[in-house]
T-cell receptor, first 113, second 114 residues
Framework: GENVEQHPSTLSVQEGDSAVIKCTYS??????FPWYKQELGKGPQLIIDIRSNVGEKKDQRIAVTLNKTAKHFSLHITETQPEDSAVYFC????????????FGSGTQLTVLP | ETGVTQTPRHLVMGMTNKKSLKCEQH?????MYWYKQSAKKPLELMFVYSLEERVENNSVPSRFSPECPNSSHLFLHLHTLQPEDSALYLC?????????????FGPGTRLTVL
């Protein structure tokens, strides 16, 4: 089955700096990679996703890159703000199949004012 | 709000108690999920229901018993739990059943087993 490794487990950045979280996956057939953000006291919320037919996707200050050859994908947050502080989870699956998401173990991002 | 509500938000129970967690989704989705979230670990999928039928059960101990009476409601019945079952239990829903269907999560129930 799929295995997803996520690094780092904790990340502190100064407000305004960029943050990068990386994930690797084991199943080369996986082709759908979402990222979820979990704020304190809330459930995870989808913030961006990417499919294997593209290498990069952006949405304002958030971007995700995918390297299918190396089987890794990354979340990039630019111009970080205090409200970006949360736990971020990556996940992977095979789109169109019945296979469910395999999640990474999460990254606690703290943006220091 | 995500359209998925969970009650109670916090629950403390002894190992001999019986309790139930409730989840309700107001999104008109066809699939519902239970996840277990423990500190520093990936979300663990417990159960998946599609149109009220259980489609996945990931080797969950029988002390956890799910129930899906209709496509809007999902329950997790708990009995004779162990302290290691203490965790945040998350409910989610999605339109379709595949992993690529966006899942909408509730806020979770924080369960403590004494």
């Amino acid at each position: 089955g799929e295995n997803v490794e996520q690094h780092p487990s904790t990340l502190s950045v100064q407000e305004g700096d960029s943050a990068v979280i990386k994930c690797t996956y084991s199943d080369s057939a996986s082709n759908y990679f979402p990222w979820y953000k979990q704020e304190l006291g809330k459930g995870p919320q989808l913030i961006i996703d990417i499919r294997s037919n593209v290498g990069e996707k952006k949405d304002q200050r958030i971007a995700v890159t995918l390297n299918k050859t190396a089987k890794h994908f990354s979340l990039h947050i630019t111009e970080t703000q205090p409200e970006d502080s949360a736990v971020y989870f990556c996940a992977a699956t095979l789109s169109g199949s019945a296979r469910q998401l395999t999640f990474g173990s999460g990254t606690q991002l703290t943006v220091l004012p | 709000e995500t359209g998925v509500t969970q009650t109670p938000r916090h629950l403390v129970m002894g190992m001999t108690n019986k309790k139930s967690l409730k989840c309700e989704q107001h999104l008109g989705h066809n699939a519902m999920y239970w996840y277990k979230q423990s500190a520093k670990k990936p979300l663990e999928l417990m159960f998946v229901y599609s149109l009220e039928e259980r489609v996945e059960n990931n080797s969950v101990p029988s002390r956890f018993s799910p129930e899906c009476p209709n496509s809007s409601h999902l329950f997790l019945h708990l009995h004779t739990l162990q302290p290691e079952d203490s965790a945040l239990y998350l409910c989610a829903s999605s339109q379709g059943i595949t992993g690529a269907d966006t899942q909408y999560f509730g806020p979770g129930t924080r369960l403590t087993v004494l």
